[in-house]
């Protein structure tokens, strides 16, 4: 069984007799011979007069052999079939019914079609694989039955395209065929029967069955006689375009390079030059940090220009005037690094082609062309139909490869701070393009960021381990307390001796509570809580009503989450969560800023408190210039945002169910470092053996000692701000002689030296403290600030 176009048809071959015959188009002739008005009718009489001489070419059945000795006769057989004076312009031929050889064709034909050595042009897909083909025989033959026998005109001409390759160039052009069937006749044989309306009515409704009409209609009985004319028409442009949609539909026909070079072959055909140069870029802008990704297919390799380089060429004209752009000659243009290149490759004309959508350039198209003047305005306008098909393309592509990098960045790298964000895309993008986007996607490059200062602070809860342990203590004591007097009742003693053997491991584990909590006693006591104690009092309840409701009301008194007595507790986490709140807000709040005057890394955790890790420096951005007044920026700020947490955190005192306050550090390094993205941790971290000192540091430091003595550096109501070098503390000096003037300190400032710790020696420490006179949480003149820092200027 074969299938063409889901017809189903079992034949392997033409059933049907076929006839070449010039009978029909004789009769024709002679009726032209007696039409003395005919324009046409000497010609005619003289065709008739010489075929009288012909009886070889009058017969109902011809042998092509025959034709051989009769060409001037043939010619003017054929010039009422081809009109003579269309012979150089016209591809038409005459064929035999249903065979594939002509015997009579144009020159034009001839040339293009019958002479592939002079031409170079190779027949391509001139015929349908051979079951198709088939198919259309068939189909064309029972269409002809019906219409010559049974009156009924079904027919409708399936046009065959094929196309033809310069086997020099490889330009292609494309031509579909018509057939005209007028002077074929069919000939029934004895074994015809005709079929009734009825079997006519339910044979069309069969289309797809070519099995069941030889089956109704059966071809062998009958005969095809006559000849067939085929008329051929250039649809390069119409076939080219269409199939140019069609492969943009085609999500990754621009993303690949076979997909490209597809479309880079329609493209040249269109345009009918076999050289071109065909490029295609998908960029918003040339100043863009992340262009180089998949769809960056131009004329000129990204290795031999990035797209920062066609900043200010004739691309950046192109976009942003939105207008085509033709260059004649770069030969004739001022010397650039865009003009460069081209010359180098060999290009000398030109052109550029914006891709708009939605009044948004997405892209462009380009083509080039190593002959000067060798592209212009009507080729390219060849193509404008497909111009916003491209930008469609352009824009769907990018819009799904921007939701894949993002995918990739949140699964590999999770939420990572805008300003360092144009990393990371062009980390996967780079790598997207070398591994061909293959879905065991891994990133392997490291995200280094090189030369940056570090800001360190810290505002800590202070004593909460301590106030922690408290509230454990207490909760945990209360919870025994309730649970011993209710077991304590003589009855419940006397009458479940087991309840003797809990009473005194209550005992014993307020004993132990009261003494101080070691590692492990609040998970024992909770377990025995649990286990022990919370069994018995269901048995009690169960037995006893007057117990049912004293321990329903212990059983009340119980967090029913966690399922322990958590009063002290809970005031304790509440207390500790508003003021981590309060500082974790007024960060947030304060960064948003920070990042308008200069855009730098951020990040920040919560523990017993907030502390929060920022870097800045030329390595973390693009398009921007850093400057050291942006650290001095970043630096003050800090001052300014610990001083702000601290009177707000004074200020909610009275609302605290446990007392808590803060004390606040600062760490100050002024050496360049290396950061880099840690993927196991999915956190950045410095880079680097030298740089390592600054991270223990960090670690240790809130319990850094004044040396000589055992008091904290870190106190409430103080900032510590805690340096390695004398020149790196007058700059701080500076900020700390304004905070006064602006009495957001107090004039009490302490110089004091560390005790070493082990890893980080020779640490000294500026210690502040914060003017409390003042509680408005309103910020420094922003004019008096600005003017200080000096981002006034």
């Known amino acids: 069984m074969k299938e063409g176009d889901n017809i189903k048809c079992t034949l392997s071959k033409i059933p049907f007799k076929v006839s070449l015959s010039f009978e029909y188009l004789i009769n024709d002739i002679e009726k032209i011979a007696s039409d003395l008005k005919h324009p046409m009718n000497l010609m005619a009489q003289q065709v008739i007069s010489m075929l009288d001489n012909k009886p070889e070419l009058k017969k109902a059945e011809i042998d092509l052999s025959s034709l051989d000795n009769n060409h001037e006769i043939l010619n003017k057989l054929m010039a009422f079939v081809i009109n003579p004076l269309v012979n150089q312009e016209e591809l038409s031929a005459v064929f035999p019914p249903f065979a594939w050889e002509p015997f009579y064709a144009t020159e034009y034909f001839k040339k293009l079609f019958l002479d592939p050595v002079k031409t170079n042009y190779l027949v391509s897909h001139i015929l349908p694989e051979e079951d198709k083909m088939l198919v259309l025989v068939l189909f064309h033959a029972y269409m002809l039955i019906l219409d010559k026998i049974y009156g009924i005109d079904l027919y409708q001409d399936k046009p065959l395209t094929f196309k033809l390759e310069d086997d020099k160039t490889k330009l292609v052009r494309f031509y579909s065929s018509r057939i005209n069937s007028q002077y074929i006749n069919i000939i029934p044989s004895e074994k015809h029967r005709k079929l009734s309306d009825e079997e006519l009515k339910t044979l069309v409704n069969v289309d797809n069955d070519l099995d069941y009409w030889n089956k109704m209609i059966p071809l062998e009985n009958y005969e095809f006689r006559g000849m067939m004319k085929i008329d051929y028409f250039d649809v390069t442009y119409d076939y080219v375009i269409s199939q140019l949609k069609s492969d943009l539909l085609n999500r990754s026909t621009i993303i690949t390079n076979s997909g490209f070079e597809k479309v880079k072959g329609w493209i040249k055909s269109l345009i009918e030059n076999a050289e071109l140069e065909v490029g295609l870029i998908g960029i918003t802008d040339f100043k863009s940090s992340y262009n180089k990704n998949f769809i960056w297919k131009s004329i000129v390799p990204y290795e031999e220009l990035s797209c920062e380089d066609y900043a200010g060429s004739i691309y950046e004209e192109a976009f942003v005037n939105q207008k085509i752009i033709i260059t004649d000659d770069f ?117 280094v960021f090189n030369d940056v200062i570090p800001i360190y602070g810290a505002s800590d809860i202070r004593g909460s381990s301590i106030e922690r342990n408290k509230a454990i203590q207490a909760d945990l004591t209360d919870q025994l307390m309730m649970v011993k007097d209710i077991l304590s009742s003589d009855k419940i003693l006397n009458d479940i001796p087991l ?68 009063n002290k507790r809970k005031d304790f986490e509440d207390s500790l969560t508003m003021i981590n709140d309060h500082v974790s807000d007024i960060l947030d709040k304060e960064q948003v800023q920070a990042q308008l005057v200069f855009p730098h890394y951020f990040e920040k955790y919560r523990t017993d408190g907030i502390e929060y890790n920022a870097y800045i420096g030329q390595s973390l951005v693009k398009k921007l210039t850093y400057n050291k007044v942006y650290l001095n920026n970043l630096r003050l700020w800090q001052l300014l945002v610990m001083i702000k947490t601290a009177r707000k955190v004074k200020e909610i005192q009275e609302s605290l169910k446990t007392k808590l306050d803060i004390s606040q550090l600062i760490l100050v390094h002024s050496a360049p470092l290396s950061i880099a993205f840690r993927q196991d941790e999915k956190k950045f971290d410095v880079d680097g053996a030298y740089n390592i000192r600054y991270e223990i ?13 055992k008091e904290r550096v870190t106190q409430v109501g103080k900032i510590a701000i805690i340096y390695s070098y ?57 004019a008096k600030y600005e003017e200080f820092i000096g981002l006034d200027h």
């Open 331 to 447: 030969n004739e243009q001022p010397g650039s690094k865009v003009v460069e290149a081209f010359l180098r490759r060999g290009i000398r004309s030109h052109v550029i082609v914006p891709l708009v959508v939605d009044d948004t350039v997405v892209g462009a198209l380009e083509f080039g062309c190593a002959k000067p003047g060798n592209l212009t305005m009507i080729q390219v306008k060849r193509l404008l139909e497909v111009f916003p098909i491209f930008a469609i393309a352009i824009n769907r592509s990018k819009t799904e490869w921007n939701d894949r990098v993002k995918a990739i960045i949140q699964k590999e790298f999770t939420a990572i701070h805008p300003t360092v964000e144009w990393k990371f895309k062009e980390t996967v993008q780079n790598l997207l393009n070398a591994e061909s986007c293959e879905s065991d996607f891994r990133v392997t490059e490291p995200i």
């Open 499 to 566: 309840v003797s053997n809990l009473f005194f491991k209550i005992s014993q584990y307020l004993k132990s509570v009261e003494e101080g909590l070691k590692a492990g006693d609040e998970m024992a006591v909770i377990e025995f809580l649990k286990s022990e104690i919370q069994p018995i009092l269901n048995i009690l309840k169960e037995r006893d009503n007057e117990l049912r409701s004293i321990v329903d009301s212990y059983f009340a008194k119980l967090d029913p989450a966690l399922g322990v007595y958590y």
């Open 697 to 709: 540091t960090k670690k240790r430091i809130d319990k850094a000692l004044i040396k000589g003595s």
């Open 726 to 782: 004398a020149e790196e503390i007058e700059e701080y000096k500076r900020y700390i002689d304004f905070m006064i003037a602006q009495r957001f300190i107090t004039n009490k400032v302490e110089d004091i030296e560390l005790e070493d710790l082990k890893g980080a020696s020779g640490l000294r420490a500026l210690r502040i403290e914060v003017d409390f006179n003042k509680l408005s949480s309103e910020g420094i003149d922003k």
